[in-house]
């Protein structure tokens, strides 16, 4: 019993031969519709935020830097890689790329920046009431938060910049006992 | 055998006027409003009737009506029920009786909202903190609405879990927080009477992500299942259909028959990449790496193929509220040869476990657990019915398209781990089958996603359980205003069966509890899904080298 079943095995082992990849020196090609980085076309980009809107991870930025300019910012840090973005833009202006090697030391070197020039409103001469109530809360459904480059100090800062009397009054709080009390 | 009006006339009958009211918004669902003197009176008399106890959820309803709102939820597997009993308490005063003592099982999920609700829990036999940090400050309940999602109050030094007192005679092993044999972060501490385990106390918990507030505060419902695909990652698809099935039952959504039958196929290649997972990893944990290689060589073609139809090898992004994002027949040649080569190359991996007596010698009789006891302990997935509890949501409450395909569900006797392994090959099987008929009968031209407009009424209840490889997935949704979910349970199949370990390890060998802990496939990061911030605690004392040496010659500890 004990020696046939070895056998056996020996025989599941041999079968396959060598199945590792030379990964490093032979980079596997991905399929098709693979979702790796993804990429802004700002010409055909016409700023409307639906991505930042869908993004689960939060990581498309928008801020109007006046009337007429438009910021448009991805975190690529954190990222998902879902494709929602892609699937969701009117204007077919985000890609899926097939690169994935993104390992880097500088996490800037994988987010994307896009400065839009904005058309204006021909009658009053300003692009949107924004701020109060710019193109996304229109577009958006009810809940989305109005991101703004400054607030990516929220995820690894958290209340320490957010919830300043909160996070005093934390200092207050009665704590369990220490160990041996 | 009760149908949903026998269990309303029984519960009208025996508590008259604790029973406030009844609602059933489907022909399966039945939610019971009673009052919180009689709450543990009538979930007894739930179990009595031959539910099994699924989960507990806590919420705030504060802003509403001054109260927090306790939901005990119960599934009759044999008829397709799920009874949820719903009662409320003052803010002020949270003083509920404890189901604990008939309903073991359910000692974390009260624990769990002792910690984050602040609900007291009268006669609670273990009624220490299981969620939060150890320095968490009293009275700070992160999942009231009132405490901001991102509060992170400042770390306190020199505080730890106590853990249970040793029994007498016994030297406790620590396993864990981080042990190669655990791959997550979690704490056991074993009490050994020489080779022989004779207790254990668990404090886990250290992965938080807060994804049950963050959800219900920062996104709207259709960027969950993106985040709930995360929760896991192993089974992504089972959370994503999870919570998004829930949200379709609480808007009254119908999605087209052929993304029914597109999420059973991702559910179901899940399963077949999980199970050889598992498989690995055991055979890793009784030391026959052989196993381990194999079963992952035989894996990776799977995972390629979740890569060329959904975009990625693991998560898949493919299931959303509503139906999915893409379609799977362009690639039915390419599924049906990687579905025949694993189902050949498995058979031969099965052939050689079966025959190898060396792992029959080190997982036999281990993690004995007795069919009452599982029962008892509401223990779900390959664990419960390897020890002949014949419970399976697929087929006792199908969703998807479990109704149209056939399949077996295996169950073995053998109560132990190798009933568990025995389990987990079978039901890889029974997988590939479903995948063939999935294939053959799905609908060809169907819309794969169905837009929908309205607005979802807010403060609507609905659950839905999913089976996932390593048991029953459990969400539990209250819809709220602003486009996102007032509250969002996720139970994952670890929460029951990690509670069954201590009962598993009782009087085996310290050698095997490694496999014992592994035989429930345990997904620690399934399991902490909840609370707000991980802080990173505990005390923390640098020992010179000399000071080691000592401590471990003095065989104290």
């Known amino acids: ?181 | 055998m009760p149908s949903i009006d026998q269990v309303k006339n029984d519960l009208k009958e025996k508590f008259k006027s604790t029973i406030k009211g009844f609602e059933t918004p489907l022909p399966t669902r039945l939610f019971v409003d009673v009052d919180k003197k009689n709450i543990r009176a009538i979930c007894n008399a739930v179990i009595d009737m031959g539910a099994r106890y699924m989960v507990s959820i806590g919420y705030d309803n504060i802003a509403r009506d001054n109260t927090l709102g306790l939901v005990h939820t119960f599934s009759f597997d044999k008829d397709n029920i799920f009874c949820c009993v719903r009662t409320k308490v003052p803010a002020d005063k949270p003083m509920l009786d404890s189901i604990t003592p008939d309903i073991p099982n359910a000692g974390w999920s009260e624990r769990e909202y002792m910690d984050l609700l602040g609900m007291q829990f009268e006669g609670h036999p273990k009624p220490k903190r299981l969620i939060l940090a150890d320095d968490w400050p009293k009275g700070v309940y992160p999942l009231r609405k009132e405490v901001p999602w991102n509060l992170m109050p400042p770390a306190a030094e020199d505080v730890a879990y106590q853990l249970d007192e040793a029994p007498e005679g016994c030297t406790t092993v620590p396993i864990g927080p981080f042990h190669p044999t655990l791959h997550e972060p979690a704490h056991f501490a074993v009490y050994v009477d020489g080779e022989t385990i004779k207790g254990c106390d668990y404090r886990g918990f250290m992965t938080h992500r807060g994804i049950e507030k963050l959800c219900t505060t920062q996104v709207t419902y259709n960027e969950v299942p993106f985040i709930a695909e995360r929760i896991c990652g192993i089974c992504g698809s089972v959370h994503a259909t999870s919570y998004s099935q829930s949200v379709e039952l609480a808007a009254g959504i119908k999605i087209s028959r052929k993304a029914e039958y597109i999420r059973t196929f991702m559910l179901e290649l899940e399963r077949v990449h999980s199970h050889l997972l598992w498989l690995g990893v055991a055979g890793h944990l009784i030391g026959f790496d052989t196993v381990f290689m194999h079963s992952w060589r035989v894996r990776e073609p799977v995972m390629w193929l979740a890569e060329k139809i959904t975009g990625n090898r693991k998560t898949y992004g493919m299931i959303i509220i509503g139906g999915v994002r893409r379609d799977i027949l362009p690639f039915k040649e390419d599924i049906l040869n990687v579905m025949d080569k694993v189902e050949k190359e498995l058979i031969a991996i099965k052939n050689a476990i079966v025959g190898d007596t060396a792992i029959h010698r080190r997982t036999k009789d281990v993690g004995y657990v007795s069919k009452e006891d599982t029962i008892k302990w509401s223990l779900v997935g390959p664990v419960a019915r390897a020890r002949g509890v014949d419970i399976d949501t697929r087929r006792d409450h199908p969703y998807a398209a479990y109704d149209a395909v056939q399949f077996d569900v295996p169950v073995v006797d053998t109560c132990d781990v190798w009933g568990t392994v025995l389990i987990r090959i079978l039901e890889t099987f029974e997988s590939i089958k479903i995948i063939r008929q999935v294939l053959r009968d799905m609908p060809v031209d169907e819309t794969l996603l169905y837009e929908f407009d309205e607005p979802i009424k807010p403060l609507v209840h609905s659950i839905s359980a999913v089976e996932a490889p390593r048991g029953e997935v459990v969400h539990y949704l209250i819809t709220g205003e602003e486009n996102r979910a007032d509250r969002w349970r996720v139970r994952a199949p670890t929460y029951p069966n990690l509670q069954g370990v201590p009962l598993m390890l009782l009087n085996n060998q310290l050698a095997d509890a490694p496999i014992i802990i592994g035989s429930i496939d345990p997904c620690f990061s399934c399991t902490d899904r909840m609370a707000m911030v991980d802080l990173k605690t505990g005390r923390q004392s640098i020992l010179t080298n000399e000071e080691l040496e000592r401590l471990s010659r003095s065989k104290k500890v």
């Open chain 1, 1 to 181: 019993m004990w020696l046939t079943s070895k056998i056996k095995q020996l025989f599941v082992v041999a079968k396959p031969g060598t199945v590792t990849l030379p990964y490093p020196f032979e980079p596997r090609p991905v399929p098709e519709n693979y979702r790796g980085q993804p990429y802004w076309d700002h010409h055909k980009c016409i700023g409307c935020g639906g991505c930042a809107n869908h993004c689960p991870a939060r990581t498309i930025l928008v801020r109007d830097l006046c009337n007429e300019l438009r910021v448009m910012m991805y975190d690529g840090s954190r990222c998902t890689y879902c494709g929602r973005c892609a699937d969701l833009c009117p204007e077919k202006a985000i890609t899926m790329t097939p690169q994935y090697e993104l390992a880097t030391d500088d996490k800037r070197d994988i987010n994307e920046t896009m400065e839009l020039f904005m058309l204006t409103c021909q009658r009053c001469g300003r692009c949107f009431d924004h701020e109060i109530k710019n193109a996304i809360d229109k577009l958006a459904y009810l809940g989305y938060r109005y991101d703004n480059l400054e607030m990516r100090a929220v995820i690894p800062v958290s209340s320490q910049t957010f919830d300043k009397e909160l996070y005093e009054k934390t200092k207050t709080y009665k704590r369990p006992e220490k160990i041996g009390e």
